[in-house]
């Protein structure tokens, strides 16, 4: 759904970043428009995930240099919660557990927080209920998730779909999904992909980070990035990821290294 | 840990002032003329003074407890005021209560005659250890039910307590409940007869006001056969340089089927952020399960304080009793708490349940200490207990002290314990989804405190929420 003339919603040039005071991010570029699905792939340790805590304001990530704005802001500027407010969404690895919190308050606070920052109007808890109930068939999750502590004690797979729910009351200008379709058996994957797909407008846009294609089988990307070493080394259009499974990365680390 | 996170449990003390309200004072230090001052102040009977010499001189014999994990200059118990009173006045109604108290009480969040009319709640105010206001008694006196000031009780119902006074905690029991039975000067008394339910909750704010003054409550609760009886206490206090020692004592009496519930929300001065001043609070609270299938309930909400060490217990005599205990203990800065439970199963098939949350923050150590012991006798007898401790921050301490004693071999102790910490990651998930860092801790922490909050009445559930917002926050999430 790539269009030229699409609004710019993220633009990163030359990100360095470190953790810990080891640079991992060696400079990163990256445009994404309007309506598009970006995959980025590549091994453990190249800064996938990295960049994706790096633009959501992770504390622990100091970036050193090189800009980033979101629909012409500059992110750098803004707390991780103001990030999240302009709609700036992450999809955890691992997302965190909170042991006494119902997810239906928490989903709520967080609904209402966002909703108030854009000026619209604020749920109560009835009206929210019928809200997120609505929600949660798109991603045929059962109402006893409202119930339960925020992913305490959730499989990996309920917590991958608790968090395309938090996407989808969220609706996020931009989602960065950082390994949505790990701990995924095939059903639950096709239903968080068929979830994310049908969230996906010509207003909005998602950034999939992945280690494997096979996600990529369910939600077509537009372009295919690699990284490697801290930088995206190549840039190419969904065969490349269907090339990247056939002969792995290391034929591209050889070529582009500079 | 983060700046946000340093700031936000840094928020200073917002209860931090002093009502002017002239006090009548003994001279400082302690001896058996100032007992005898404090007894014919209060127009005791003879056995009462008598039981207060014995326990004074018992006191003398004794050394203050060294097992606690907490640290505290000597204290100069020479140097410590032992009685003070603002001026007699007669009070017929809450009209006439001097309108800088209750300005204090507004100011706390606390308009308690509102509060009471509204609520239904009747509110004995301690308010420098005498008691200035008592509101609905005449409509628990309908059913029966006693509820007034120590010293009303020893006036209006001798009998009574002396028959109950000192039986569940001995005036010789242990240092800080001895020098409480030489020198107590005001507290509560509830009376349930028979049968009866009480109407309403019973409810108390206790407020430590002159500087200096040591504060001994004495709050003795009998609840009669198949009575029940639900008790809030609720504190908080001025803010003062020097540390204020309370030493207070609450006795509870359970006969057959009757049933106790004892909630506490303390929120004593804590001293300052670099740990001067604040409050001691050396407190023994003990509820004797007496009668068969009594129960008795502690649920405590402690954020004050500079040094907290208490141990609400459950003596499990009759067979078939249930004690409780539920316990939130925050503590931030320097403050020390070292707090938990004595659950003694005497009787047959007796149950124990002990839920324990600690929340440290700043540099401050909190510890559980908590004992089970299991009686010979206490056939099927059963405990369960949990203890979780929270920490925000790396310079904090949290300790679990659990000691099981089982003397019969068909009882059951289960003991749970977790540690977890409020960490960037957590705080960053919940920002990524909108929620500023003010929020997220509070809710993080709610969430912790939800098994002990979901036992305290309604609306001192909300006001505990409140509290460890002010204590961490400053907004309430």
Redesign the interface.
């Known amino acids: 759904m790539t269009r030229a003339d699409a609004k710019v919603l993220l633009e990163v040039k030359g990100l360095h970043a470190n953790v810990a005071g080891v640079e991992i991010l060696k400079g990163i570029d990256l445009v994404v428009r309007a309506g598009e699905v970006h995959a980025i792939m590549g091994p453990n340790g190249s800064g996938k995930s990295t960049f994706a805590?790096a633009l959501?304001?992770?504390?622990?990530y100091e970036v050193t240099a090189g800009t980033a704005t979101f629909e012409g802001r500059n992110i750098f500027d803004m707390?991780?919660?103001e990030?999240?407010?302009a709609g700036l969404?992450?999809g955890?690895q691992y997302?965190?557990e909170?042991?006494?919190?119902s997810n239906a308050?928490?989903l709520r606070?967080?609904y209402n927080?966002?909703q108030g920052?854009r000026g619209k109007d604020e749920l109560d808890p009835l009206e929210f209920d019928d809200y997120v109930r609505e929600k949660m068939k798109l991603l045929e999750m059962d109402a006893s998730f409202l119930d339960r502590?925020?992913n305490d004690g959730f499989s990996g797979g309920e917590k991958k779909r608790n968090e395309i729910l938090?996407m989808a009351l969220?609706e996020p200008r931009l989602a960065i999904l950082d390994e949505t379709d790990s701990g995924l058996d095939i059903d639950a994957l096709r239903v968080v992909s068929g979830g994310v797909n049908r969230l996906l407008t010509r207003d909005n846009a998602v950034v999939l980070v992945t280690h494997y294609q096979r996600l990529l089988n369910y939600i077509v990307p537009d372009y295919v990035h690699v990284m490697e070493g801290g930088r995206i080394i190549k840039t190419g259009g969904r065969e490349l990821a269907v090339e990247l499974e056939a002969r792995g990365y290391d034929w591209l680390k050889g070529k582009v290294a500079a | 840990m983060s700046s946000v996170l340093e700031h936000l449990v840094n928020q200073p003390y917002q209860h931090g002032f002093v009502t002017d309200i002239e006090a009548e004072t003994a001279p400082r230090g302690l001896n058996e003329d100032i007992i005898r001052l404090i007894s014919a102040k209060k127009h005791e009977p003879e056995w009462l003074l008598e039981l207060r010499l014995k326990a004074y001189r018992h006191w003398l014999t004794m050394a203050e407890p060294g097992w606690p994990n907490v640290k505290y200059p000597k204290i100069d118990f020479q140097n410590v005021i032992y009685y003070s009173a603002p001026k007699p006045k007669k009070l017929k109604s809450m009209d006439e209560v001097d309108p800088e108290l209750l300005r204090t009480f507004e100011k706390l969040g606390v308009p308690m005659n509102e509060r009471a009319a509204l609520a239904g709640v009747a509110v004995d105010v301690i308010f420098d250890s005498v008691s200035v206001a008592t509101t609905y008694k005449q409509k628990l006196a309908e059913v029966g039910v006693i509820f007034c000031s120590i010293s009303e009780a020893v006036r209006d119902h001798p009998d009574l307590v002396r028959k109950y006074l000192g039986t569940v905690v001995p005036p010789g029991d242990n240092y800080y409940a001895a020098l409480n039975s030489a020198v107590f000067t005001d507290g509560s008394f509830c009376f349930i007869p028979k049968g009866v339910k009480c109407p309403m909750e019973l409810s108390t704010y206790f407020r430590i006001n002159t500087q200096e003054s040591g504060q001994f409550e004495r709050t003795l609760i009998i609840a009669e056969e198949g009575a029940s009886v639900s008790y809030l206490e609720g504190c908080t206090a001025p803010k003062f340089d020097s540390n204020q020692l309370h030493a207070a004592v609450v006795e509870l009496v359970a006969l057959d089927d009757a049933d106790i519930k004892y909630s506490t929300v303390q929120n004593w001065y804590a001293g300052n952020e670099q740990g001067v001043g604040g409050i001691y609070n050396f407190v023994t609270k003990r509820g004797l399960c007496k009668g068969a299938n009594s129960k008795i309930s502690w649920t405590q909400v402690e954020t004050g304080s500079a040094i907290t060490w208490k141990y609400p217990s459950c003596v499990l005599l009759g067979d078939n009793s249930i004690g409780e205990f539920y316990s939130v203990a925050l503590t931030n800065h320097h403050q020390q708490a070292d707090t938990g439970t004595k659950m003694v199963h005497i009787g047959r098939n007796t149950r124990s349940r002990i839920i324990s949350k600690g929340i440290s923050a700043g540099q401050s150590n909190n510890s559980y200490r908590g004992l089970v012991k299991i009686g010979a006798r206490a056939e099927g007898a059963r405990n369960f207990s949990q203890c979780d401790s929270m920490l925000i921050g790396t310079k904090c301490g949290a300790n679990t002290f659990p000691y099981i004693q089982v003397h019969n071999n068909s009882a059951k102790v289960e003991h749970e314990a977790t540690t977890s910490k409020i960490g960037e990651d957590q705080l960053f998930y919940l920002a990524q989804r909108g929620i500023g860092a003010e929020e997220a801790v509070s809710m993080i922490i709610n969430g912790f405190c939800r098994d002990v909050f979901q036992q305290l009445p309604m609306e001192f559930a909300v006001e505990a929420t409140k509290l460890l917002g002010l204590k961490l926050e400053g907004s309430v999430g």
């Open positions: 805590k959501a304001g992770h504390p622990a707390a991780a919660e990030r999240a407010r969404f992450l955890f997302p965190l909170i042991p006494g919190v308050a928490f606070l967080a927080t966002v920052a502590s925020v938090q969220l």
